[in-house]
């Protein structure tokens, strides 16, 4: 039991939950703010003054990365382990597809003038000559009066051009080889053409596709077994923090559960990366240095939280530029999410995430994915995108972006997924996509916007 209540609870007495709302969100902002080593945000504080020095927007900040990144390495992989993989060069096909005029149908294969009278009426009286299962051939050609038996994707026997399905048929006991045509088929009628979906030689994807799971079954149905893709980056996972303890261990005062690099490994794998785990990292210079120095060994990406601000405690930057990297930047106009690192090291990247968990979480997608995806030769680098339409009002005070997290449901209704503060984990576990709200901007009830998707 607390003997004395906290200004928080104060406030949350005091005022509207959107007033609390609105002053975590300032507390959270100063917090970036303060990191980053500049004025601090605060609802008495006007945040403009923050941004008005080396900042990047986030597309200059996403182009610059990706220009960095360098070419796809080739790996060739069979395409039962290509789900997801980029595709490093455009794919001709070798064939026509379908592969041969073949039957839709359970039925016959007839010459449609032959039949072009038939009705329940006045069947049309035909001499079965021959039955054709899916993978076999008949080599003998219909002829008039005649037809085949045939069944889905049977070859169409040389003579017919068309297949009267089998509900449109009779048969008699004492007739056997007889079918009896109730109904009129037009030419071509219930048959799948040679070429009709890809003819040989044109392009079934292009050189930086994902291998999504319809190219892959297109892929296999032309008959090729592997295909060229990107090799994926292995990506490391740092966390920093002194007061860092793993899940599961015994936790003394004021240490806190390391919770960042499980969103994150996953992430990575989800985009393609191969996610490799480190140990924490406590904060010191020496310790950062050797944990970097030691990731990068292994790894073509190293992603760190935590550590990235300018605080006494905060080793990330000067570590990794003792170990021989160079920062290219560190400030993005987002949020959650100020400050980001980004530096290269012998043709390596290192992503320096802030260590609050959304602002680690929305840094990632937005930044890092991207140079995962590219690494792979993907063209497309950005975040699945839905549309939908706000439910509620969301309201962005600060004077930078602000990625906020929502809840999209199946009817398209997006709503807040709650308090928006970069340490909330409460509304990240709600929340199934972020919605980008311009600064100063308050997004009324009804709005159409674009849900930015992760999982
Ligand atoms: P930092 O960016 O290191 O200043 O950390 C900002 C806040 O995020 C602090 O409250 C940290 O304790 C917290 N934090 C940092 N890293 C992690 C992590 N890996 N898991 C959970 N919380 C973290
Ligand atoms: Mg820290």
């Given at each position: 039991?607390?003997?004395s209540?906290?200004?928080?609870?104060?406030?949350?007495?005091r005022?509207?939950?959107?007033?609390?709302?609105?002053l975590?969100?300032g507390?959270?902002?100063?917090?970036?703010d303060?990191?980053?080593?500049?004025?601090?945000?605060?609802p008495?504080?006007?945040?403009?003054?923050?941004?008005?020095?080396?900042?990047?927007?986030?597309?200059?900040?996403?182009?610059r990365?990706?220009?960095?990144?360098?070419?796809?390495v080739?790996?060739?992989v069979?395409?039962?382990e290509?789900?997801?993989?980029?595709?490093?060069?455009?794919?001709?096909?070798p064939?026509d597809?379908p592969?041969?005029?073949?039957?839709?149908?359970d039925?016959?294969?007839?010459?449609?003038?032959?039949?072009?009278?038939?009705?329940?009426?006045?069947s049309?009286?035909?001499e079965i000559a021959?039955?054709?299962e899916?993978?076999q051939?008949?080599?003998a050609?219909?002829?008039t009066g005649?037809?085949?038996r045939?069944?889905?994707?049977?070859?169409?026997?040389?003579?017919?051009?068309?297949?009267?399905?089998?509900?449109?048929?009779?048969?008699?006991?004492?007739?056997?080889n007889?079918?009896?045509?109730?109904d009129a088929?037009k030419p071509?009628?219930?048959?799948?053409?040679?070429g009709?979906?890809?003819?040989?030689g044109?392009?079934?994807?292009?050189?930086?596709?994902v291998?999504?799971?319809?190219?892959?079954?297109?892929l296999?149905?032309t008959g090729l077994?592997t295909?060229?893709?990107?090799?994926?980056?292995k990506?490391?996972?740092?966390?920093?923090g002194?007061?860092?303890?793993?899940p599961?261990?015994?936790?003394?005062?004021?240490?806190?559960?390391?919770?960042?690099?499980?969103?994150?490994?996953?992430?990575?794998s989800?985009a393609?990366g191969?996610?490799?785990?480190?140990?924490?990292?406590?904060?010191?210079?020496?310790?950062?240095?050797?944990?970097?120095?030691?990731?990068?060994?292994?790894?073509?990406?190293?992603?760190?939280?935590g550590?990235?601000s300018?605080?006494e405690?905060?080793?990330?930057?000067?570590?990794?530029?003792?170990?021989?990297?160079?920062?290219?930047?560190w400030?993005?106009?987002?949020?959650p999410?100020?400050?980001?690192?980004?530096?290269?090291?012998?043709?390596?990247?290192l992503?320096?995430l802030?260590?609050?968990?959304?602002?680690?979480?929305?840094?990632?997608?937005?930044?890092?994915r991207p140079?995962?995806?590219?690494?792979?030769?993907?063209?497309?680098?950005g975040?699945?995108?839905?549309?939908?339409e706000?439910?509620?009002?969301?309201?962005?005070?600060?004077?930078?972006?602000?990625?906020?997290?929502?809840?999209?449901?199946a009817?398209?209704?997006?709503?807040?997924?709650?308090t928006?503060?970069?340490?909330?984990?409460?509304?990240?576990?709600?929340a199934?996509?972020l919605?980008?709200v311009?600064?100063?901007?308050?997004?009324?009830a009804g709005t159409?916007?674009?849900?930015?998707r992760?999982?």
């Amino acid at each position: 039991m607390r003997s004395s209540s906290t200004a928080a609870d104060f406030l949350r007495n005091r005022h509207s939950e959107f007033f609390y709302d609105w002053l975590l969100a300032g507390v959270a902002a100063a917090e970036d703010d303060r990191t980053s080593g500049m004025k601090a945000f605060s609802p008495f504080y006007p945040e403009e003054i923050s941004d008005a020095f080396g900042v990047l927007e986030l597309e200059e900040a996403v182009e610059r990365i990706l220009k960095a990144v360098p070419a796809p390495v080739a790996e060739t992989v069979p395409l039962m382990e290509a789900h997801g993989r980029v595709a490093v060069e455009p794919i001709l096909s070798p064939v026509d597809l379908p592969l041969f005029d073949n039957s839709a149908m359970d039925g016959y294969a007839v010459r449609a003038g032959d039949v072009a009278a038939a009705s329940p009426e006045q069947s049309v009286e035909l001499e079965i000559a021959g039955r054709i299962e899916a993978g076999q051939t008949f080599d003998a050609k219909i002829g008039t009066g005649q037809c085949a038996r045939v069944f889905t994707g049977s070859p169409l026997p040389a003579g017919t051009d068309a297949v009267v399905m089998q509900e449109d048929t009779r048969t008699k006991a004492d007739r056997p080889n007889r079918v009896f045509v109730t109904d009129a088929v037009k030419p071509w009628e219930n048959v799948r053409l040679r070429g009709e979906d890809v003819r040989a030689g044109t392009a079934l994807i292009e050189a930086g596709n994902v291998l999504t799971i319809g190219r892959l079954n297109l892929l296999g149905a032309t008959g090729l077994a592997t295909v060229k893709v990107g090799q994926q980056p292995k990506a490391g996972l740092l966390a920093t923090g002194s007061e860092l303890i793993e899940p599961g261990q015994e936790r003394k005062p004021g240490q806190i559960y390391e919770s960042n690099r499980l969103g994150l490994a996953t992430l990575i794998s989800k985009a393609g990366g191969v996610a490799r785990v480190f140990p924490l990292v406590p904060d010191n210079l020496e310790s950062t240095q050797e944990a970097i120095e030691k990731a990068f060994e292994e790894c073509d990406i190293l992603v760190t939280s935590g550590g990235v601000s300018v605080g006494e405690l905060d080793f990330v930057k000067e570590a990794f530029e003792q170990s021989g990297g160079k920062l290219e930047f560190w400030k993005v106009a987002i949020k959650p999410g100020r400050p980001f690192v980004y530096g290269q090291r012998k043709g390596k990247f290192l992503f320096g995430l802030p260590g609050n968990p959304v602002s680690a979480l929305v840094t990632f997608l937005l930044l890092v994915r991207p140079a995962l995806l590219r690494w792979q030769g993907a063209i497309e680098t950005g975040l699945p995108v839905s549309r939908g339409e706000l439910a509620e009002v969301l309201n962005n005070r600060g004077s930078r972006r602000h990625f906020m997290r929502v809840r999209m449901g199946a009817d398209g209704k997006v709503y807040s997924a709650g308090t928006q503060a970069s340490h909330i984990l409460s509304s990240l576990a709600a929340a199934n996509g972020l919605v980008d709200v311009p600064a100063d901007a308050v997004l009324p009830a009804g709005t159409s916007v674009r849900v930015l998707r992760w999982d």
